[in-house]
């Protein structure tokens, strides 16, 4: 069996999937419960620098969006330095979800 995944914010364990939300900020992931991290957005004083969803319907979009931006910054960049630019912004975009899905989505069982 599996390690638990324990809420970043209440401390208690998450179930499944369905109640799971990874969020990064800075190359930091944790696990939130799904109302554990509205909970959090939503005293954060910290207003647009906070934790962005990683998984989930709006992390999945934000990710995708994000790989092709990068492929076209990549792709029709004049200069090395922007063609690097986008292969940065690249490979951050798909370490975070690997990770977020290795260390926390592949525990959980779905329901």
């Not at 069996?1 to 969020?23: G, N, Q, R, W, Y």
């Not at 992390?59 to 986008?86: D, E, M």
């Not at 979800?97 to 959980?108: D, G, I, P, W």
Request: net charge positive; proline share 3%; with cysteine.
């Amino acid at each position: 069996m599996s390690k638990p995944v324990f809420c970043d914010h209440c401390k208690k364990p998450i179930e499944d999937k369905d109640e799971l939300v990874t969020a990064t900020y800075y190359f930091r992931i944790k696990p939130f419960h799904f109302r554990c991290f509205e909970k959090y957005i939503k005293h954060s004083a910290h207003g647009a620098f906070t934790y962005r969803q990683i998984n989930g319907t709006t992390g999945n979009i934000s990710f995708l969006l994000t790989i092709v931006l990068a492929l076209i910054v990549t792709a029709i960049g004049q200069y090395s330095w922007i063609r690097l630019f986008g292969i940065l912004i690249l490979t951050y975009s798909l370490t975070n979800r690997l990770l977020s899905y290795v260390l926390y989505e592949n525990r959980l069982k779905s329901s």
